[in-house]
C-alpha cells in the first residue's frame, strides 16, 4: 500500500524466478483487502506478454521489461518520448513507452 506502506499481500515460492507470480499475487491481494489494487508496480523477473495482459480498468501494471541498470542506461542516453503511442506497438513495446515517460 503506497500511502502506509505497508505489505499487503505476501507469498513464499521454491520456484526460479517471479513470472509465474504476478497473477497469484494480484489474487492473495483481492482476497486480503476486498479489492485488486488500483496500481502494482513489479520487477523485471515479472515481466511477460501473459502478465502485461492482466492490467484491467481497475489495476493499471508497472512491470520492467529489462534489468535496473539497462533501464537506467537507457534513461539517461534517450530523452522521455513524447506523443501518442503507436498503434502497431506490441506490449512490450508499450510497457517500455510507458515506463520511460515522466509521468
Keep these: 500500500d503506497c500511502d502506509t506502506q505497508v505489505i499487503v499481500a ?8 517471479d513470472v509465474q507470480q ?12 476486498g479489492k485488486r489494487p ?3 508496480l513489479a520487477d523485471a523477473g515479472y515481466w511477460s ?4 495482459q ?4 481497475q489495476t493499471e501494471l508497472f512491470i520492467a521489461t ?6 537506467r ?6 530523452d522521455p518520448p513524447r506523443g501518442r503511442i503507436p498503434k502497431w ?3 512490450k513495446e508499450r510497457m517500455e513507452r510507458k515506463l520511460r515517460t515522466k509521468r
Aim: charged fraction near 40%; hydrophobic fraction near 35%; aromatic fraction near 4%.
Design 10 to 17: 505476501q507469498d513464499i515460492t521454491t520456484d526460479a524466478n
Design 22 to 33: 504476478l497473477k497469484p499475487m494480484l489474487e492473495n491481494c483481492e482476497e486480503v483487502n
Design 38 to 40: 488500483t496500481k502494482a
Design 49 to 52: 506478454k501473459a502478465n502485461a
Design 54 to 57: 492482466l492490467a484491467d480498468e
Design 66 to 71: 529489462t534489468k535496473d541498470w539497462k533501464r
Design 73 to 78: 542506461k537507457e534513461l539517461r542516453e534517450a
Design 89 to 91: 506497438y506490441g506490449l
